[in-house]
């Protein structure tokens, strides 16, 4: 009843820039955070950066100057803007949301959305 939806995703060269974005939808009472993770081949789903409600964000040290994120809480969406990207920020992007739906707390996750950094 709660769908996450990525889109932005894609092929870039180094030094190049990409822009993410989320859009939550279905039977939502409120978002709370929202956040984008990433998972690289081989290794574990790591955290990017995430956003509250009330614009507090938390962005990681390896991307930290480089990504930015941002929300609009009207339309239940995030964004991660991606500038300066490196080889090594190739992973698959998600989107998560930790919302009510129904007045009931969960933490809902998008697909995925494939980023490639070539070098």
């Known amino acids: 009843q709660v769908q996450l939806v990525e889109s932005g995703g894609g092929l870039v060269q180094a030094g190049g820039s990409l822009t993410l974005s989320c859009a939550a939808s279905g039977s939502i009472f409120s978002v709370r955070a929202m956040g984008w993770y990433r998972q690289a081949p081989g290794k574990e789903r790591e955290l990017v950066a995430s956003?509250?409600?009330?614009?507090?964000?938390n962005v990681v040290d390896s991307v930290k100057g480089r990504f930015t994120i941002s929300r609009d809480n009207a339309k239940n969406t995030v964004h991660l803007q991606m500038n300066s990207l490196k080889p090594e920020d190739t992973a698959a992007y998600y989107c998560?949301?930790?919302?009510?739906?129904?007045?009931?707390?969960?933490?809902?996750w998008g697909q995925g959305t494939q980023v490639t950094v070539s070098s």
């Open positions: 956003i509250t409600s009330g614009g507090t964000t």
């Open positions: 998560n949301a930790d919302l009510f739906s129904q007045r009931l707390p969960g933490r809902y």
